[in-house]
């Protein structure tokens, strides 16, 4: 099935096979492909070819066999992925048995638009909309019964939020609880997703765990049992029950080891190397991805970039031996016919098409003014549905192309390229956006955001009669690199560029490098840091293309991707490195608390400096009776409202090397969460085992610290924290306490993305391009990050983001040009007054003022001009326009919108009421 065509699953459906042999389903390059099981008749008695008849592409052939395939290669990236949890190993969850029990993966299909209801929500057993769902957590995970698995698969808690809230945008009324032991929001804005979910009315998350205990014959609907601190055990009956499942290793993991010779750990997983966790035991091996263990799409991502930068390294000798450069067809000049538009409309699964009225908004647009070709598409970003783009453009003439869908923030690249493709100029293709601006924000009002998709078509369209074809320019790139930040992230992203022939500049603020590292001695796993951390040093100082520069501020950083310049002020004195790349990699810096008498009592400490009096043997320290961690101190607070990810582990960490050097000290760790997400449950589960002890506390009964006397007569610092359970509160006489201080941006974060104009998230770590799509980019084009400056992390998490930088950056370097874009500003000089206006506006330098004979006049440098407009709407004579963005171009939408005639009686009424 190298291509199928499915659009539709009412067009093409599965009903034509009688015994359900065929079935629609995602793939991950085409939206929509059939499939067919072990059932189909033809497979197993070699009847019945119905599908392949009615195949209108001959995507279909029953006759093919398997065949094997020898591929000579370099290097083998293994990412096989994650597989669900099946719950149906265990009875206890009912799944299989309730009709109206689903799990996670079930759900996420109801709420698609190719789903079995066509994105509606509704019950198996009686196709009605579910009022009251429950959804529970930890259904294959933490927990180590038979069949399930131990360790946290990171991802269900979130995935769980994002269901609760598609579920009220289908019902505001709707009812949802969310059974859970403990939330792991600890990822990026992954705190404040939680926060918005918990607000939502009719939200309940509850603390419980819980069983599936009967289904009513008639309702259908579940009863669910549970526990409370106030009323005990209880029951309640629900709709509709969803279990968030867990996720497993690959199917048939144990082949892939064997056939790759690769060893797994204990769950299925590949056996991390600590100091790099995408190696293998085999050289020439690497893993990406699930294949590390359960993961989120941000990191798999960038550990999928990392891995391809490994190959690289391994592969250079080969670059640029085996690629073919892609060509383009002859471009028509079609700037001197009449407009013909075609516009295509995007279902976007339900995104769009449960919403607006796709069929009826493709109509409207065949109405307009120069449009002669409109359809609909379920997924225009499919690689299909682009050559359809293509294909149609070519075959009916189009010299205009409109494709109402998402963000061209995401998918302009693509569908430009898409219309070249088909012949004609890129800036010829016009972007309407109906989700972002339209379903997603009136999901409970499809008529009028059908009404309101007609509106922004004819907006598009009317714009799209006026573009104008541009040329875009090469640019020359320098191949060396900069990195600033000198930590355990910058200096892997430098070694990695440098092993594949780039000279690096790596620049650090501290006399040393290292970072927050220095501070570290060991990981939960057991690495020793400080030995990683010398091998990598003696690594960086030995590579001949790595040159370091410590003790260093950066004064200066000018110029544009493939070209930039950056001045430095280091113990070498004063230098200018220039360099193609820069990726930023500053760090972060631990929060000095205010709270719990940190800095007036030496008892006080935070966790790394308790590991750091751990590490010495501090006498005071290993020797204590009595030990509390107190979690989540300067976050998830007004202040702070994230999680600093890596506290709670850091305190799992602790206390286990101190049970080995003391066992027995009584230590305590008060939490609100535990995020001891991944494999690092199972440490979690070893220092309860090993009595450590477990107590939960609220944000609204936080822990009291005074210093006191225990019965014993003994100098003890008393900390109060509150029993849900008993209803009392505890006092614990604690010879050591240990604070859980937040993770912070770097003090040199602002100055920096000052410096190479980057953006900053709501906490002020650095913001990423796209946190799925782009998660080590920025959307100043040439720079990078990675490490702790995005986001605090632990260090395979930042190993792993080091090296997807790189191959980012490496990217970048293989080129020996770089397209620039063709949206640039322009100055008509004639109305240019010279009064510098636009010079001092602009972001990035692209404007100055020169003499000329008439004068001081504007002159922009269209190489370091990015297109935001803000010269535009600065200068008061109108001398400065921006291609692509002209005021005809935004002018006609506004009209087509809002005729001027109208607009002039508004005003007129607007200022006679005045």
Not at 74 to 103: C, K, M, Q, W
Not at 175 to 183: A, G, K, L, S
Not at 226 to 236: L, R
Request: proline fraction near 4%; charge should be negative; include cysteine.
């Amino acid at each position: 099935m190298e291509y199928c065509p499915v659009q539709y699953p009412d067009v093409y459906n599965q009903e034509i096979s009688d015994n359900k042999a065929v079935h629609i389903y995602f793939a991950q390059a085409i939206p929509l492909i059939a499939y067919i099981d072990e059932s189909c008749l033809y497979l197993k008695e070699k009847k019945c070819r119905i599908c392949e008849a009615v195949c209108k592409n001959d995507a279909i052939d029953l006759t093919q066999k398997a065949e094997k395939v020898d591929i000579k290669v370099g290097a083998i990236i293994l990412a096989p992925g994650l597989e669900p949890f099946d719950p149906s190993v265990n009875p206890e969850y009912r799944y299989g048995e309730f009709e109206n029990v689903v799990t996670g993966m079930d759900f996420e299909r109801l709420l698609c638009a190719t789903g079995p209801y066509q994105g509606e929500i509704l019950r198996a057993s009686d196709k009605k909309h579910p009022h009251k769902v429950a959804w529970i957590q930890c259904v294959g995970s933490r927990r180590v019964t038979p069949g399930e698995n131990s360790y946290c698969s990171m991802v269900c808690c979130t995935y769980t939020q994002k269901q609760v809230i598609l579920t009220k945008d289908h019902d505001a009324e709707a009812e949802c609880t969310v059974f859970h032991n403990d939330i792991r929001s600890y990822g990026k804005d992954f705190e404040r997703y939680f926060d918005r979910t918990e607000q939502l009315p009719g939200i309940r998350f509850i603390r419980s765990y819980v069983s599936i205990t009967k289904e009513d014959p008639v309702t259908k609907n579940v009863t669910v049992r549970y526990a409370t601190p106030d009323e005990g055990v209880k029951e309640e009956e629900f709709d509709m029950v969803v279990l968030s499942v867990g996720l497993n290793p690959p199917d048939h993991f144990e082949n892939l080891s064997e056939k790759f010779g690769v060893e797994l750990n204990s769950h299925g997983f590949s056996k991390a190397i600590l100091s790099n966790p995408m190696k293998t035991n085999r050289p020439g091996i690497f893993v990406s991805g699930g294949f590390q263990g359960p993961t989120d799409i941000p990191e798999s991502v960038f550990s999928a970039s990392g891995a391809g930068s490994q190959c690289g390294a391994l592969l250079d000798y080969r670059r640029g031996k085996l690629s073919t450069e892609r060509v383009y067809p002859e471009e028509r000049d079609v700037s001197q016919e009449e407009p013909k538009i075609g516009v295509f409309v995007c279902h976007c699964g339900a995104n769009i098409g449960r919403i607006v009225d796709v069929p009826s908004v493709v109509e409207y647009a065949l109405t307009l003014p120069n449009v002669v070709y409109s359809q609909e598409q379920l997924f225009s970003c499919a690689t299909n549905s682009a050559q359809e783009i293509s294909d149609v453009t070519r075959e009916k003439g189009l010299n205009r192309v409109v494709v109402a869908a998402c963000s061209p923030r995401t998918l302009e690249p693509l569908f430009r390229d898409t219309v070249r493709e088909a012949g004609i100029n890129q800036y010829y293709y016009e972007m309407a956006n109906i989700r972002e601006h339209n379903s997603w924000v009136h999901s409970r009002e499809k008529e009028d955001a059908t009404e309101k998709a007609k509106d922004l078509i004819r907006m598009s369209v009317a714009r799209a009669c006026c573009l104008e074809p541009l040329q875009e320019f090469d640019l020359p790139v320098d191949k060396r690199a900069l990195v600033v930040g000198g930590g355990v992230a910058g200096m892997n992203c430098a070694l990695s560029i440098a092993e594949q022939g780039h000279e690096v500049h790596l620049v650090e603020k501290e006399k040393e490098l290292g970072g927050i590292a220095n501070r570290l001695h060991y990981t939960l796993e057991g690495m020793d840091v400080q030995e990683y951390l010398r091998d990598l040093l003696g690594k960086v100082y030995e590579h001949p293309l790595i040159h370091v520069y410590t003790d260093a501020v950066i004064t200066e950083a000018t110029g544009y991707i493939g070209n930039f310049v950056t001045r430095v002020k280091s113990s070498k004195g004063l230098s200018e490195i220039k360099h193609g790349a820069a990726v930023i990699a500053i760090g972060a810096d631990e929060y000095k608390p205010t709270e719990y008498l940190y800095g007036e009592d030496e008892r006080v400490m935070t966790h790394l400096e308790l590991e750091e009096k751990i590490s010495q043997d501090d006498e005071k320290v290993v020797n204590a009776q009595t030990l509390v961690m107190i979690q989540c101190v300067g976050c998830r607070n007004e202040d702070r409202n994230y999680c600093s990810r890596v506290c709670c582990t850091h305190a799992v960490k602790n206390a286990l090397k101190l049970k080995e050097k003391n066992p027995e000290m009584d230590i305590y760790v008060l939490f609100r969460d535990m995020r001891t997400y991944g494999f690092s449950e199972d440490y979690y589960r070893e220092a309860s085992g090993k009595d450590v002890k477990f107590i939960r506390y609220e944000p609204e009964d936080m822990p009291q610290v005074e210093p006191g006397k225990s019965e014993d007569g003994r100098s003890v610092l008393k900390v109060t924290a509150p029993d849900y359970i008993l209803g009392n509160k505890l006092e614990i006489d604690a010879d050591i306490i240990s604070l859980a201080a937040a993770v912070i941006p770097s003090a040199a974060t602002k100055e920096i993305a000052g410096l190479f104009k980057v953006t900053l998230s709501p906490d002020s770590f650095f913001k990423e391009a796209h946190v799925k799509l782009r998660p080590v980019e920025f959307g100043t084009d040439g720079v990078y990050l990675c490490g702790m400056a995005q986001y605090p992390k632990h260090i395979t998490e930042t190993i792993n983001q080091a090296f997807g930088a790189a191959g980012r950056v490496l990217t970048l370097l293989s080129h020996d040009t770089v397209v620039a874009s063709g949206s640039v500003c322009e100055v008509n000089e004639s109305k240019c007054m010279g009064c510098g206006a636009c010079a001092s506006i602009c972001t990035y330098g692209a404007l100055e003022l020169r003499e000329t004979k008439q004068g001081k006049k504007a002159v922009v440098n269209p190489v370091l001009c990015k297109g935001d407009g803000l010269c535009n709407s600065m200068c008061p004579t109108g001398a400065i326009s921006l291609k692509h963005f002209t005021d005809e171009e935004i002018m006609s939408e506004i009209d087509v919108m809002v005729p001027a005639e109208e607009r002039m009686q508004k005003f007129k009424t607007a200022v006679g009421d005045v």
